[in-house]
């Protein structure tokens, strides 16, 4: 975008509880990044980082996702 105020940039990703604490985070700087390939070219970058965010809870404990319209 041409009038982009900044130029570079980063995106930070959070996992929270419903508390408000941060368990885990994912700072997203582009091409850079762990993600698994299969997923982000099957699914896209967006399913990508929420899967790897996702990886921390604890499996069998009917935890409930949430996320916004990102």
Not at 31 to 53: C, Q, S, W
């Amino acid at each position: 975008m041409q009038n982009k105020p900044y130029k570079w940039g980063l995106k930070v990703f959070l996992l929270c509880g419903s508390s408000g604490l941060v368990y885990d985070g994912f700072v997203y700087q582009g091409k850079t990044n762990h993600l698994d390939e299969e997923t982000v070219a099957e699914y896209g970058v967006t399913v990508a980082i929420v899967v790897h965010l996702c990886q921390r809870v604890p499996e069998q404990l009917n935890h409930k996702l949430f996320a916004d319209n990102y």
